[in-house]
């Protein structure tokens, strides 16, 4: 058990340390960034209370995601779920990573299916590289 709290809080500071190095090159406040590359940018609240509270969430799941694949992500491993309502899903494997919403293809002037895969283009390019390097654990 300590040592998945070990994994789990070297993979939040990878993440973190990556979102950090990102934000340097970010276009936006609304930003998820990773390796110098806006990954998406967040217009709409999505149900959340505010963007920032949407972000975080992403960044949960992508820590429950790292910890729970024990940090090994490929970009084979990202896909797009279609939803009843017309929305994506962005999956890693089978975690949701977000969810591109009719709001969000609105604000962008484009459909929920090509926001969806520009995003994930993003997230599959960048997020393996900001997995945590193995340890002598």
Known sequence: MKLKGMFAAAILAALLFAGTAGAKAQSSPNSIAYVGRDVA??????????????????????VDTFTDFHGTMRRSDFH?????????????RNRLILTVTNADARSYRTSTSELARRWLRGF???LPQAQPMPSAF
Do not use: D
């Open 41 to 62: 940018i967040l217009r709409t609240t999505a149900g959340y209370p505010s963007v920032l509270s949407r972000i975080n969430r992403f960044y949960e799941r992508m």
């Open 80 to 92: 797009i779920v279609a939803l009843p309502n017309g929305e994506r899903n962005i999956m890693a």
């Open 124 to 126: 599959a390019a960048t």
